[in-house]
């Protein structure tokens, strides 16, 4: 998959860990920054990488701040976006089997990193189940594939 990623400070180790992990799995990795530690404000981050789902230029997202709540509120005004946020892997499960969740988004400063990459494998590797939630999510509604 062409997988975007995005992070402000909080999440920037995290990120260059799945980023060199994804691309060694055969991922393409497009990486929409930060690029350091450098406090910065996540909003500027989440924008880009949702404009490259909502585009199609990437198949997917994940983001990554302190609490994943600021990428995901950001993330979460496109409507091609449907942003969620997991913590641990069976909530990585559902946020793609239940929500279709083209963005996933990761609490970086309360999280191990192991537990980062098992969310992420979880939902790259779920199937939404559609059904009832097919409908349900289109009642959010979202442009987004
Ligand atoms: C940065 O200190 C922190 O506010 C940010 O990473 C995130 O948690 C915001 O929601």
Not at 26 to 51: I, N, R, W
Not at 64 to 77: D, E, F
Request: with cysteine.
């Amino acid at each position: 998959m062409r997988i975007g990623i995005c992070n402000d400070h909080a999440g920037y180790a995290y990120k260059c860990a799945l980023v060199k992990l994804l691309g060694k799995k055969g991922h393409e990795m497009v990486d929409f920054g930060t690029d350091s530690e450098v406090s910065v404000d996540y909003p500027d981050y989440a924008h880009k990488l949702a404009a490259a789902v909502e585009s199609g230029a990437v198949d997917a997202g994940i983001a990554l701040c302190g609490t994943g709540n600021g990428m995901a509120i950001s993330l979460n005004k496109h409507q091609g976006i449907r942003a969620g946020l997991a913590w641990n892997s069976e909530i990585g499960r559902l946020v793609k089997a239940h929500n279709k969740a083209n963005v996933l988004v990761l609490p970086a400063r309360f999280i191990s990193y192991a537990m980062a990459t098992r969310i992420v494998r979880i939902w790259l590797e779920t199937p939404f189940e559609g059904g009832r939630h097919e409908r349900r999510i289109a009642k959010i509604p979202c442009d987004g594939r």
